[in-house]
C-alpha cells in the first residue's frame, strides 16, 4: 500500500538532547513538509522540501533540522535549542505544484523527559 | 486576524441532524480550498476539495464564497462516526509552484445517540 510512514510514534527527549524523526513516502512525491501541531491549534509549518537536496524554512523552523537526500526520506531532527519541544509532529506530502492536498503520515509525539 | 478562522465548538448534534462548519480567510490570492477531518490524537485526513461553483460528496457539501472570503461544510444526517475535529485550510499557491497550506484550529464536532 502506498503511504507515508512516521517513527516512532512516540519520543521522548532528554534535556540537551537531539532527537531524529523519520519520515518515509512510497508515493513518488516530490514535495515533503513538517508541521506541528499544539493543543487547540493549528499545524504549523516547520520545513518543507520541494525536490532532492533542497528545503526551505516555514514559519517555526529555529531549533530544527531537516536533510532531504531522497526521494522518499525527509527526517526531521528535533535539537536542544528547540526549549518548548512537547507536541505532535506531522510529516506530509504532495504532488508537486499548486492546488494540490497535502497526505498525511500518522504522526509522533515527543515529550521532554 | 488569524489567516484563516474557525469557531472552535463543540458542537454537540443528535444522530441524524444537520450541521454546518463556517470558515473565513484573510488571504484574498488564496486559490484552493479543502476541508480536513482528524480524529483524536489522529493524522488530519482529506474529506474534500472545496470548488468555486459548490461540491457535493454524499452527505458532505461544501461552499465556496471568493467574494466574502468564505468557505462552508454542510453535514446531513449525522452519524456517531462523524464525530471528529473539522479543520478548514487554505492554499496560498506562493510562487515556484509550492502550495503552502495554512490550517485553521479545527472545529470539533460531537454526534451523540
Known amino acids: 500500500d502506498g503511504g507515508i510512514t512516521q517513527s516512532p510514534k512516540y519520543l521522548f527527549r532528554k534535556e540537551g538532547q537531539n532527537v531524529t524523526l523519520s519520515c518515509e513516502q512510497n508515493?513518488?512525491?516530490?514535495?515533503m513538509y513538517w508541521y506541528r501541531q499544539d493543543p487547540g491549534q493549528g499545524l504549523r509549518l516547520i520545513y518543507y522540501?520541494?525536490?532532492?537536496?533542497?528545503?526551505q524554512k516555514g514559519d517555526i523552523a529555529e531549533g530544527y533540522s531537516v536533510s532531504r537526500e531522497k526521494k522518499e526520506s525527509f527526517p526531521l531532527t528535533v535539537t536542544s535549542a528547540q526549549k518548548n519541544p512537547t507536541a505532535f509532529y506531522l510529516c506530509?506530502?504532495?504532488?508537486?505544484?499548486?492546488?494540490?492536498?497535502?497526505?498525511f503520515g500518522d504522526g509522533t509525539r515527543l515529550s521532554i523527559l | 486576524r488569524k489567516e484563516v478562522e474557525q469557531d472552535p465548538g463543540p458542537f454537540n448534534v443528535p444522530e441524524g441532524a444537520t450541521v454546518a462548519f463556517n470558515c473565513t480567510y484573510s488571504n484574498s490570492a488564496s486559490q484552493s480550498f479543502f476541508w480536513y477531518r482528524q480524529d483524536c490524537r489522529k493524522e488530519p485526513k482529506l474529506l474534500m476539495s472545496v470548488y468555486s461553483s459548490g461540491n457535493e460528496d454524499g452527505r458532505f457539501t461544501a461552499q465556496l464564497n471568493r467574494a466574502s472570503q468564505y468557505i462552508s461544510l454542510l453535514i446531513r444526517d449525522s452519524k456517531l462516526s462523524d464525530s471528529a475535529t473539522y479543520l478548514c485550510v487554505v492554499d496560498l499557491s506562493l510562487s515556484g509552484g509550492y502550495n503552502k497550506l495554512i490550517f485553521g484550529a479545527g472545529t470539533r464536532l460531537a454526534v451523540h445517540p
Open positions: 506530509a506530502s504532495s504532488i508537486e505544484g499548486s492546488n494540490q492536498p497535502q497526505h
Open positions: 508515493l513518488n512525491h516530490d514535495a
Open positions: 522540501s520541494q525536490i532532492v537536496n533542497d528545503f
